[in-house]
């Protein structure tokens, strides 16, 4: 049997993504020119995200941005609510990687030479924000040793409901980023009482 239609049964089993998805590329789309990593420090609500993803179950979704005592480092606190596992809670140091680029956000610390082979890198493509009110990222993996990415696009805003003007705004950038297959998921903000 093939390899690939063999992960793509199991993950339409697993209910985790469309299969198509899975092995598409990761991509590397254009990011923020100047990105000032320091702007974004405060709490975020993930106002939507890319419908199929991991993510699907949960509600009261949050990532809190704070500072660390690393040079162009931020620590990216995500928080969500499930009824299959409650409160999640994930933290990792996220380093501007100017590198590849401003405006990319790395796991990977470029001060350290050690490897660690069960963690893989990701890159948080920053596609555009005002540093205020909104804020629409893109990232991905691969998994399946290689025959399989994940594809994850998500919109933060500082407030549960945003303005028909910012909604129009954040629209014009989806749709010139995010693939025609893709449908963005709007977070249950419904009795939630963390999101400050």
């Known amino acids: ?21 899975w092995f598409r590329q990761c991509q ?13 420090i405060g709490t975020w609500l993930i106002y939507s995200y890319s419908k199929g993803t991991p993510i699907d179950n949960f509600k009261c979704m949050k990532t809190i941005y704070k500072p660390t005592t690393q040079p162009d480092a931020i620590i990216s606190n995500s928080l969500a609510w499930s009824f299959y596992t409650k409160w999640l809670d994930y933290s990792v140091i996220q380093y501007n990687d100017y590198e590849n680029g401003t405006g990319i956000l790395s796991t990977l610390n470029k001060n350290d030479r050690s490897i660690d082979l069960w963690n893989e890198n990701i890159n ?8 205020e009110s909104y804020l629409i990222g893109y990232f991905c993996s ?6 399989a ?9 500082k407030t549960p409901s945003i303005s028909d003007d910012l909604k129009s705004e954040i629209k014009i950038v989806l749709d010139r980023i995010v693939p025609l297959d893709f449908e963005m998921t709007h977070t249950d903000f419904n009795n939630c009482n963390n999101l400050s």
Do not use: A, Q, W
């Open 1 to 21: 049997m093939n390899s690939k239609f063999f992960i793509c049964v199991l993950l339409l089993i697993n209910r985790e993504i469309e299969c198509l998805n």
């Open 28 to 40: 590397r789309p254009k990011t923020v020119e100047n990105f000032n990593i320091d702007k974004i």
């Open 124 to 131: 948080y493509y920053i596609i555009s924000t005002d540093y």
């Open 142 to 147: 691969y998994k399946y040793f290689g025959m």
């Open 149 to 157: 990415s994940e594809h994850n696009y998500y919109v933060l805003t």
